[in-house]
């Protein structure tokens, strides 16, 4: 199945799509309201805009920096996943999309890297998740001291409890978005995603393999495959389509769906609808039937 993810509401009906996604909120911060027509979309804590504009609600590292785009590997800024006003005014946002369409895609759930979070709040969450796993008073527990399997394992906590109350706000088919590393561990320890504890709440995993031009693939079958062995349920894998020659495109869909149940492109609904076409054309191509001369 080729499906589209858009921000135009016009491009979910386009015929060669059979499932649209739907931009409801981004990481920049914008936000529109859901559809009916599509599964919309939510960045969680990816947020640039609520941020900039709260930056007490920005995580930061054990160094003191700031999840924010001014560090050289953030694309975009992050919130702190312990917040909790946040976290309810994202749950709200995910049972509006419901309300319009049954099945609701989560994107951009986790921390934003190893070394974050340090936060005030991350340390009270820390010493309460300790008080009430090895008992004593919370007081006792200090996060700048744990060793690092308690803070990950705290981390995993705080990411699948907030994904486990947001599953139980979709009715519907539940979809998530996951960073393109399949290497052992490096989702755990990077976002604080156990993807077993997740996979208890989530229907299909999500992973984006983009490219600005797809003129080799040799390493979207690399990570494809490593993802074959990091999950314990079938994935769908997203390309990107903004500017990008058709056969590439094509090429690169055709190793995506080697390994994909299926296969959706972002960004660019013109470019993707007409690579499905080409590749439709091309897959009648050379057919005979009777004798050939």
Partial sequence: MYGVVTRNEEELD???????????????????????????????FGDTAAGEAKPDLVPVSDEGESATREQPYF????????????????????????DA?????????GFPREEYCYCEHCRESYAQWR????????????????????????????????????????PGKTYFTLYPDPYPEHLYRRAGLDLDAIAEHVDEFVVPLYDMAYSTTYWLEVIASGFVDALSKPFSIE???????????????????????????????????????????????????????
């Avoid at 996604?21 to 919309?40: H, I, L, S």
């Fill in 239 to 293: 390309l990107y389509a903004v500017d990008i020659d058709i056969d590439s495109l094509a090429h690169a869909t055709e190793v995506a769906d080697e390994y994909a149940e299926d296969v959706y492109f972002g960004y660019d609904a013109s470019q993707a609808r007409a690579t499905v076409r080409r590749m439709k054309a091309d897959s009648q191509d050379g057919q005979t039937f009777g004798d050939v001369a």
């Fill in 14 to 44: 386009w015929a060669e799509f059979e499932l649209g996604f739907y931009e409801v909120k981004d990481v920049t911060g914008r936000a529109v309201e859901p559809v009916d027509a599509a599964v919309n979309m939510v960045s969680c």
């Fill in 131 to 170: 008080a009430d796993r090895d008992g004593g008073d919370p007081a006792d527990y200090e996060l700048r001291d744990a060793p690092d399997a308690d803070r990950f394992d705290w981390r995993a906590d705080v990411i699948t409890a907030f994904v486990g109350e947001a599953a139980d706000r979709i």
């Fill in 101 to 109: 369409n049954e099945a609701v895609r989560l994107d951009d759930v």
């Fill in 75 to 98: 694309d975009w800024g992050y919130i702190c996943p312990t917040r909790e006003r946040y976290r309810a005014g994202l749950l709200e946002t995910i049972a509006d999309c419901a």
